[in-house]
């Protein structure tokens, strides 16, 4: 008993662990009980079931390398030089990657895995290396190290089609081919171990989507002007029947070689020489008060910036800008009290309103004649004394006179490629300044001047804004970069400069002076976020943050307040409240078309995308239908609404009518465009009557911008292209609409001028009779060159048509080099 009894209290040895088998398979497979080929950093199941960033291995299990495997065989392996110790850490959106070559191209192939549509890199990222023997080819290794050297030394396969940049003005994307035959989703279920088979290749919203936006690259070498992603330059692109249209057009009519030198000279602008490029001594407060108008005038203008202007823009403390005019008018003949910077303050305001004024009316009120260029002079003049005042700390003032130059160039088409330059400059002078931050936040700030401060701000971020989508370029700032409030809702009379406490904000129903900055504020934010992703270098998001963005703009729609006023016959009101209404809408459907575009253009190839070609018809019919009812109720209004959202929508229209007969109805996606176009009868008769409307409010703001010939000519042939299209028994007559509306342009152009000394020695020019009158009288006359034709072709060995080829209508209407009109207002 003994003995048994010590045997019994002896202690047990230590059994031995049994040894934890290594996992092999990724977690997702491991977790589905699924077998895994161990490709890193994504297997291929994971791959297929599109789920890639969920496909994850153990800690240390790249590290579990047996030693006869060398860091030296694992970078010959690899090919590209990395040692396993300088490999970067995996992380759930990347890949391993060779920027050497940047992949082109949106939406790539959809079947294999190395041209997926499905991005597993960071939008940042390139291309991927491909090892020799194609995307597929992998060192293979018998018995157990098979699985394993795949894993850790097979090179990581391609997630975007690589394919480089094409060397053109337009960058075009590699089509989606259609997808392989997919194998129901059960039986891939249901067959767990056996992964040969291919799961439902479709693309759904939730698939992360990787593009490169077009974009138009002018110049060459170091030399180069650059346009982002606008809807303008990607749209253009889809027109390419548009060069050989043209041809036929100038070859059917010679009148156009005969009058090339003058339509030359309408392209560039009329007052190019005069007063332009005429040099002028340095601007003194003598010489600035000389530039002012009579008082009847200004006060004329100034009512017309208020009511067209400042209202949308909120630049003034109204009541106190008056109070400074009335003070200026009073001491104005003794230059010495006279500050010169409201001087340059009232010339631009002045300007700004100059288009939207009747000149006859103003001529009337005035002693002295007014020139065709007064309002330009006053603009040159305004910007030498801002370049040469050298202004160290910016003020409040300060910050008007910039805002106010910006306006004022955007009103005559002047200084567009530097608008972007501008306002971004200007953004970061205010942050320099503070005013990205709440002043609440500084004591010794005025309550008044805490007002004043948050209405620039928020001004100036707006004209960034816009700026940025027409350009295509990134906005200056995001809504994380500043903390400023939104203004108050309240009357410029409820404030003044002794304010000690703040007004009550008042319902955004309730209309007051700062209304349209307070309601067009709420989607701010939306704003900027959908101008930042659409601009970027590479868009990559799912299609349905697209249709999140989609849902949050139609719900600012919905939210535009409805205000009213109850006197019938204040007219002032009442067009302020159209004007507010129109511009929000137009502003909130331009970011719809920013957003649907890329997407919109993509719709054929993919039927995923057709409620953005859907979306992008009904933002574009929005915004023509309201410039067309704003041209019907006021020249000012219609105006004021003109900007280059309108030739957005105009493109996008004539794209959608140009690219309808492609697509059959009956195999659209009912939410499709295409689908409307075949369905609703007469849509197409009445969508072209709709452009060619917007087209006469386009050529009445044409005929008041420094440039803007070549937009017109462009926008005329494209419409003319689109009518063809769709009826070409009737394309004969079409082209014949094209020349008679350049000619009638040019012809009303110089009429208009035709006693202003800044035409030159040129004078009319082939304009000096009818051109419209003997073109119909003889359409097939023969061409007649003028005498100087070799003095005006440009310099030899630059690629150009030879002078017995020369094409004078292509030369004049440079459809590449479209990069839209300035903002009006």
């Known amino acids: 008993m003994a003995d048994v009894e010590s045997v019994n209290n002896a202690p047990l040895p230590d059994r031995p662990r049994k040894r934890r088998r290594r996992t092999m398979a990724c977690t997702q497979c491991r977790s589905r009980k699924l077998r895994c080929d161990r490709e890193y950093p994504t297997c291929t199941r994971c791959l297929k079931s599109r789920t890639p960033t969920k496909c994850t291995y153990e800690d240390g299990f790249l590290w579990q390398q047996p030693t006869t495997v060398t860091a030296a065989a694992f970078a010959a392996d690899r090919g590209n030089g990395h040692s396993i110790m300088s490999m970067p850490p995996r992380t759930e959106q990347a890949e391993f990657i060779n920027t050497e070559t940047p992949p082109d191209s949106g939406i790539g192939a959809a079947s294999t895995r190395s041209e997926t549509l499905v991005s597993t890199i960071a939008p940042d990222s390139g291309s991927t290396a491909r090892p020799e023997g194609g995307p597929h080819h992998r060192g293979r290794h018998s018995g157990k190290e098979r699985g394993f050297l795949e894993t850790v030394l097979g090179a990581p396969k391609a997630a975007v089609n690589q394919e480089p940049y094409v060397n053109t003005g337009l960058l075009q994307r590699p089509k989606r081919p259609a997808p392989e035959e997919a194998t129901p989703f059960s039986s891939q279920m249901d067959r767990g171990d056996d992964g040969d088979e291919e799961i439902d290749d479709v693309l759904s919203p939730s698939h992360q989507l990787d593009l490169s936006p077009r974009m138009m690259m002018r110049g060459r070498e170091t030399k180069t002007r650059f346009s982002g992603s606008g809807i303008y330059a990607n749209v253009v692109a889809q027109f390419p029947d548009i060069r050989a249209f043209a041809e036929e057009i100038r070859l059917a009519n010679p009148i156009l070689s005969r009058v090339r030198p003058d339509l030359e000279r309408v392209k560039r602008g009329l007052w190019k020489r005069k007063p332009l490029n005429e040099p002028f001594p340095e601007p003194t407060i003598t010489s600035l008060i000389s530039l002012l108008p009579a008082k009847p005038v200004a006060d004329a203008l100034i009512g017309v910036y208020l009511t067209y202007i400042e209202s949308t823009h909120c630049v003034f403390h109204v009541p106190t800008f008056l109070q400074e005019v009335d003070e200026f008018w009073r001491i104005m003949d003794n230059p010495g009290a006279v500050s010169a910077g409201f001087v340059v303050q009232l010339l631009l305001v002045l300007a700004c309103a100059w288009n939207l004024a009747d000149v006859a009316s103003l001529q009337e009120k005035s002693a002295t004649p007014l020139k065709c260029y007064t309002a330009v002079e006053w603009v040159l003049h305004a910007e030498k004394w801002i370049d040469n005042a050298h202004i160290k700390r910016l003020d409040l003032t300060s910050l008007r006179l910039y805002i106010l130059l910006i306006m004022a160039q955007n009103c005559f088409g002047t200084k567009r490629s530097k608008a972007w330059l501008a306002t971004s400059t200007l953004v970061k002078q205010a942050m320099l300044s503070g005013y990205h931050r709440d002043p609440d936040k500084y004591a010794r700030i005025s309550i008044f001047n805490k007002e004043?401060?948050?209405?620039?701000?928020?001004?100036?971020?707006?004209?960034?804004?816009?700026?940025?989508?027409?350009?295509?370029?990134?906005?200056?700032?995001?809504?994380?970069?500043?903390?400023?409030?939104?203004?108050?809702?309240?009357?410029?009379?409820?404030?003044?400069?002794?304010?000690?406490?703040?007004?009550?904000?008042?319902?955004?129903?309730?209309?007051?002076?700062?209304?349209?900055?307070?309601?067009?504020?709420?989607?701010?934010?939306?704003?900027?976020?959908?101008?930042?992703?659409?601009?970027?270098?590479?868009?990559?998001?799912?299609?349905?943050?697209?249709?999140?963005?989609?849902?949050?703009?139609?719900?600012?729609?919905?939210?535009?307040?409805?205000?009213?006023?109850?006197?019938?016959?204040?007219?002032?009101?009442?067009?302020?409240?159209?004007?507010?209404?129109?511009?929000?809408?137009?502003?909130?459907?331009?970011?719809?078309?920013?957003?649907?575009?890329?997407?919109?253009?993509?719709?054929?190839?993919?039927?995923?995308?057709?409620?953005?070609?859907?979306?992008?018809?009904?933002?574009?019919?929005?915004?023509?239908?309201?410039?067309?009812?704003?041209?019907?109720?006021?020249?000012?209004?219609?105006?004021?609404?003109?900007?280059?959202?309108?030739?957005?929508?105009?493109?996008?229209?004539?794209?959608?009518?140009?690219?309808?007969?492609?697509?059959?109805?009956?195999?659209?996606?009912?939410?499709?465009?295409?689908?409307?176009?075949?369905?609703?009868?007469?849509?197409?008769?009445?969508?072209?009557?709709?452009?060619?409307?917007?087209?006469?409010?386009?050529?009445?703001?044409?005929?008041?911008?420094?440039?803007?010939?070549?937009?017109?000519?462009?926008?005329?042939?494209?419409?003319?292209?689109?009518?063809?299209?769709?009826?070409?028994?009737?394309?004969?007559?079409?082209?014949?609409?094209?020349?008679?509306?350049?000619?009638?342009?040019?012809?009303?152009?110089?009429?208009?001028?035709?006693?202003?000394?800044?035409?030159?020695?040129?004078?009319?020019?082939?304009?000096?009779?009818?051109?419209?009158?003997?073109?119909?009288?003889?359409?097939?006359?023969?061409?007649?060159?003028?005498?100087?034709?070799?003095?005006?072709?440009?310099?030899?060995?630059?690629?150009?048509?030879?002078?017995?080829?020369?094409?004078?209508?292509?030369?004049?209407?440079?459809?590449?080099?479209?990069?839209?009109?300035?903002?009006?207002?």
């Open 452 to 825: 004043m401060r948050r209405r620039i701000w928020m001004t100036i971020v707006e004209l960034d804004l816009q700026v940025a989508i027409d350009r295509g370029m990134p906005p200056s700032v995001q809504t994380l970069d500043y903390d400023t409030l939104p203004p108050l809702n309240i009357d410029d009379d409820e404030i003044h400069e002794n304010s000690t406490e703040t007004p009550a904000d008042r319902p955004l129903s309730e209309m007051t002076d700062s209304s349209f900055q307070s309601a067009l504020g709420r989607s701010l934010a939306l704003r900027l976020k959908a101008c930042h992703l659409m601009h970027s270098p590479r868009v990559s998001c799912r299609y349905e943050e697209i249709q999140r963005l989609d849902w949050e703009l139609n719900r600012q729609l919905s939210r535009i307040p409805q205000w009213t006023t109850n006197d019938a016959n204040d007219l002032v009101t009442q067009h302020k409240i159209t004007l507010w209404k129109a511009t929000i809408e137009t502003k909130l459907a331009q970011s719809l078309l920013s957003i649907h575009t890329p997407f919109a253009i993509e719709s054929r190839k993919e039927p995923l995308f057709s409620p953005s070609a859907r979306s992008r018809l009904d933002a574009a019919t929005m915004i023509l239908s309201t410039q067309k009812r704003l041209h019907e109720t006021s020249r000012p209004l219609s105006l004021c609404l003109l900007g280059e959202w309108t030739l957005q929508a105009y493109i996008s229209m004539c794209q959608v009518l140009h690219n309808s007969d492609h697509q059959n109805s009956y195999s659209s996606h009912p939410s499709s465009s295409a689908f409307l176009l075949h369905t609703i009868p007469g849509l197409p008769d009445s969508l072209l009557s709709l452009v060619e409307a917007v087209l006469i409010s386009l050529e009445a703001r044409f005929m008041l911008v420094v440039k803007g010939a070549k937009d017109y000519f462009f926008l005329s042939t494209i419409v003319a292209l689109v009518k063809a299209k769709i009826w070409p028994t009737q394309a004969g007559m079409y082209k014949q609409q094209v020349v008679e509306r350049i000619l009638s342009f040019a012809q009303t152009l110089f009429t208009r001028h035709a006693n202003c000394e800044h035409l030159g020695k040129p004078g009319m020019g082939s304009f000096q009779n009818n051109q419209i009158a003997s073109f119909i009288a003889t359409p097939g006359m023969a061409p007649v060159l003028p005498s100087d034709f070799d003095s005006i072709l440009p310099p030899p060995n630059l690629g150009v048509t030879p002078p017995g080829d020369f094409d004078p209508f292509l030369d004049v209407f440079d459809w590449e080099d479209l990069t839209g009109i300035a903002l009006c207002n």
